[in-house]
């Protein structure tokens, strides 16, 4: 018989009904038989057949327990045959788990039409299964990409606030865990390296393959193991479920993106750094100005101070030396008001020094003041 033909399984102990089945049916099938419910069992697990037609009335095990036990490993149509005619019997194949049911005598078109049918219904339900099948994986594959989405954004989110390596690399642990997977990685910075891992320290072998899995390309796979590489970030992935594709595809995806974004966050950590340590050293500038100012404050009101006894020791000694100069009233009265003018306005000039002092201050106190008392941010 043809490979193409589909097996056909007749189950009666009437000969005669057998070879009647044979004959009709063989021309489109490759028909088995069996005389019993015992040897329709083991003949089932040799052949494998498409659709099995069963006699109900047979010595021995009868055709519904035959029926009960086969579908116990098979989902094949069963097709009773019996000459049973009430509707309790006909209740009774259906709940056995039979899929139709013929009453004898058959008639030869009965027989193919009803054996097409069922094989028809039973090609339709594994297609209809198939394509559930497909949708489901389709779905479950768009919610993992769903929530590896969200693991990826979570991840940018925290990182926007590192302001050093170590907290980069714990927040790359934990997106690398909720990932689910295992593995190490290495960020360059400052001609050092930071070693971290997903399940603690680093080992010595780890910490070889990063060193030299910056020469194996932006992406690399060697059976299980995964590495992706960028120019500060090396992440080497172990355990990489082979058998799943789709996953693997996914995982390589991920890392891929999540190398790069903790690539640019490097930079943006450098910058942050860089900042700190120019606010450090402004927040120093300015406190050496501040020092300044005051020493520079205090010296000059001494020297106002200074200059005022001294100009008045002067007006002093003018003011004595008129008996002996020979002055009159008025000469004096005019000598008096032009020098006191002078003084003032020396004075005036030693006074306006304070006033830049003043402004000087308002200038630094602008600077270091914080908003509501928090660190000025500079960038």
Same mark, same amino acid.
């Given at each position: 018989?043809?490979?193409?033909?589909?097996?056909?399984?007749?189950?009666?102990?009437?000969?005669?009904?057998?070879?009647?089945?044979?004959?009709?049916?063989?021309?489109?099938?490759?028909?088995?038989?069996?005389?019993?419910?015992?040897?329709?069992?083991?003949?089932?697990?040799?052949?494998?057949?498409?659709?099995?037609?069963?006699?109900?009335?047979?010595?021995?095990?009868?055709?519904?327990?035959?029926?009960?036990?086969?579908?116990?490993?098979?989902?094949?149509?069963?097709?009773?045959?019996?000459?049973?005619?009430?509707?309790?019997?006909?209740?009774?194949?259906?709940?056995?788990?039979?899929?139709?049911?013929?009453?004898?005598?058959?008639?030869?078109?009965? !027989?193919?039409?009803?054996?097409?049918?069922?094989?028809?219904?039973?090609?339709?339900?594994?297609?209809?299964?198939?394509?559930?099948?497909?949708?489901?994986?389709?779905?479950?594959?768009?919610?993992?990409?769903?929530?590896?989405?969200?693991?990826?954004?979570?991840?940018?989110?925290?990182?926007?606030?590192?302001?050093?390596?170590?907290?980069?690399?714990?927040?790359?642990?934990?997106?690398?865990?909720?990932?689910?997977?295992?593995?190490?990685?290495?960020?360059?910075?400052?001609?050092?390296?930071?070693?971290?891992?997903?399940?603690?320290?680093?080992?010595?072998?780890?910490?070889?393959?990063?060193?030299?899995?910056?020469?194996?390309?932006?992406?690399?796979?060697?059976?299980?193991?995964?590495?992706?590489?960028?120019?500060?970030?090396?992440?080497?992935?172990?355990?990489?479920?082979?058998?799943?594709?789709?996953?693997?595809?996914?995982?390589?995806?991920?890392?891929?993106?999540?190398?790069?974004?903790?690539?640019?966050?490097?930079?943006? !950590?450098?910058?942050?750094?860089?900042? !700190?340590?120019?606010?450090?050293?402004?927040?120093?500038?300015?406190?050496?100005?501040?020092?300044?100012?005051?020493?520079?404050?205090?010296?000059?009101?001494?020297?106002?101070?200074?200059?005022?006894?001294?100009?008045?020791?002067?007006?002093?000694?003018?003011?004595?030396?008129?008996?002996?100069?020979?002055?009159?009233?008025?000469?004096?009265?005019?000598?008096?008001?032009?020098?006191?003018?002078?003084?003032?306005?020396?004075?005036?000039?030693?006074?306006?020094?304070?006033?830049?002092?003043?402004?000087?201050?308002?200038?630094?106190?602008?600077?270091?003041?914080?908003?509501?008392?928090?660190?000025?941010?500079?960038?």
């Amino acid at each position: 018989m043809s490979d193409s033909k589909l097996k056909l399984l007749v189950v009666d102990d009437d000969e005669m009904l057998r070879a009647f089945y044979s004959a009709v049916l063989s021309f489109g099938y490759e028909v088995f038989t069996a005389a019993s419910g015992e040897e329709a069992i083991d003949t089932f697990s040799m052949i494998q057949p498409e659709i099995i037609l069963l006699d109900i009335e047979m010595g021995g095990m009868d055709g519904y327990t035959t029926c009960e036990k086969l579908r116990e490993f098979t989902d094949v149509p069963i097709i009773f045959a019996t000459a049973l005619t009430t509707m309790e019997e006909h209740l009774r194949a259906y709940e056995a788990g039979g899929d139709d049911l013929m009453t004898k005598p058959l008639a030869p078109d009965i !027989v193919l039409c009803k054996v097409a049918l069922a094989i028809s219904k039973r090609h339709e339900r594994n297609s209809l299964q198939q394509e559930k099948d497909s949708m489901q994986k389709m779905a479950m594959n768009f919610l993992s990409t769903m929530g590896e989405g969200g693991i990826l954004l979570n991840f940018v989110r925290s990182s926007l606030s590192c302001r050093s390596f170590d907290e980069l690399a714990d927040k790359l642990v934990i997106a690398l865990q909720e990932f689910g997977l295992q593995g190490s990685f290495i960020i360059r910075f400052d001609n050092l390296d930071l070693f971290r891992t997903t399940h603690g320290e680093a080992t010595g072998l780890e910490r070889s393959i990063l060193d030299k899995s910056r020469d194996m390309g932006r992406i690399f796979q060697f059976r299980q193991n995964m590495v992706v590489n960028y120019e500060q970030i090396s992440i080497v992935v172990t355990g990489l479920p082979l058998a799943e594709e789709d996953r693997v595809g996914r995982v390589r995806d991920n890392l891929a993106i999540l190398a790069e974004t903790a690539e640019a966050f490097c930079e943006n !950590v450098e910058m942050r750094k860089a900042s !700190v340590a120019r606010a450090e050293n402004m927040q120093v500038a300015l406190y050496e100005a501040s020092k300044t100012i005051a020493v520079v404050k205090g010296r000059q009101q001494q020297l106002l101070m200074d200059v005022r006894v001294l100009l008045n020791e002067l007006t002093g000694k003018i003011e004595d030396s008129y008996s002996w100069l020979g002055t009159s009233k008025v000469q004096e009265d005019a000598i008096s008001e032009s020098m006191n003018g002078s003084v003032q306005k020396i004075i005036d000039v030693l006074a306006t020094g304070s006033q830049t002092n003043i402004l000087l201050e308002n200038i630094i106190k602008v600077l270091t003041e914080s908003e509501k008392g928090k660190e000025v941010e500079l960038f």
